[in-house]
C-alpha cells in the first residue's frame, strides 16, 4: 500500500525556497557575531612587486572613500572600513540579500621595508590601488663579479728572462 501526501498550492520552488529560508535562519542564529561584520579574506587583494615598489589592489566595490582608511605600520598595511547597504525600497521586502554588508579590517604582511613618504593610494570605480616603493635597502642591485687579486712578482734571476716566467 502506497500513501501519497501533497501540499497545495506550494509547488518545487516553493519548497527550495522554504529550506534556504530555513538554513540562512538555523546559520544567523548560531553564527550571530558574523553579523555586520565582513569575511576576514574580504577585500580581496592583489599584490605585484617590480623591483623598485610593491602594488597591492583591492576589490571595494560600494565603498566610498571617506568610509576608507589604509595605513602601515611594522611591515603591515592595513585596509579598514565600512560597507553600507544600499538599502531597500519602501514597501518592498528582500527575496534575495547576498551583498555582503559592514565593517572589515584587512592585514597584507610586506615582504620587503617600504619608503612611508612615498606611499599613494587611489580609490577608482571600487578598485583601491595603493603604490609603495621599496626602501633603498630592500631594492634589488646589481654586484659586479671581480677576479680574483694575482699579485705580479718581477723576479729576474740570472740567465732567465723576463718572458720565461710564467705566473699561474
Same mark, same amino acid.
Given at each position: 500500500m502506497?500513501?501519497?501526501?501533497? !501540499?497545495f498550492?506550494?509547488?518545487p520552488?516553493?519548497d &527550495?525556497?522554504?529550506?534556504e529560508r530555513?538554513?540562512?535562519?538555523m &546559520?544567523? !542564529?548560531l553564527l550571530p557575531?558574523? *553579523?555586520g561584520?565582513?569575511a576576514? #579574506?574580504?577585500?580581496a587583494v592583489d599584490?605585484?612587486?617590480n623591483g623598485?615598489?610593491l602594488?597591492?589592489?583591492?576589490e571595494?566595490?560600494?565603498? /566610498? =572613500?571617506?568610509?576608507?582608511?589604509?595605513?602601515i *605600520?611594522?611591515?603591515?598595511l592595513?585596509?579598514?572600513? =565600512?560597507r =553600507?547597504?544600499?538599502g531597500?525600497p519602501e514597501?518592498s521586502?528582500w &527575496?534575495?540579500n547576498?551583498?555582503?554588508v559592514?565593517t572589515?579590517?584587512r592585514t597584507?604582511?610586506?615582504p620587503?621595508?617600504?619608503?612611508?613618504?612615498?606611499?599613494e593610494?587611489?580609490? %577608482? #570605480?571600487?578598485?583601491? !590601488?595603493?603604490?609603495?616603493p621599496?626602501?633603498?635597502e630592500?631594492r634589488p !642591485?646589481?654586484?659586479t663579479?671581480?677576479e680574483?687579486? /694575482?699579485?705580479?712578482v #718581477?723576479?729576474e &734571476?740570472?740567465?732567465?728572462? %723576463?718572458e720565461d716566467?710564467?705566473?699561474?
Open positions: 502506497f500513501v501519497r501526501f501533497e !501540499r498550492p506550494m509547488s520552488t516553493d &527550495l525556497l522554504e529550506f530555513g538554513i540562512d535562519s &546559520l544567523n !542564529r557575531s558574523v *553579523q561584520r565582513l576576514d #579574506n574580504y577585500p599584490m605585484s612587486d623598485t615598489g602594488t597591492v589592489v583591492a571595494l566595490p560600494g565603498v /566610498k =572613500k571617506e568610509d576608507l582608511s589604509v595605513s *605600520q611594522d611591515g603591515v592595513t585596509i579598514s572600513g =565600512k =553600507k547597504s544600499s531597500l514597501k521586502s &527575496l534575495r547576498e551583498i555582503p559592514g572589515f579590517s597584507i604582511g610586506l620587503s621595508d617600504v619608503r612611508t613618504e612615498g606611499i593610494a587611489e580609490l %577608482t #570605480n571600487g578598485i583601491l !590601488r595603493v603604490t609603495l621599496k626602501a633603498e630592500a !642591485r646589481e654586484i663579479i671581480h680574483p687579486y /694575482k699579485p705580479v #718581477n723576479v &734571476l740570472p740567465g732567465m728572462r %723576463t716566467v710564467k705566473v699561474k
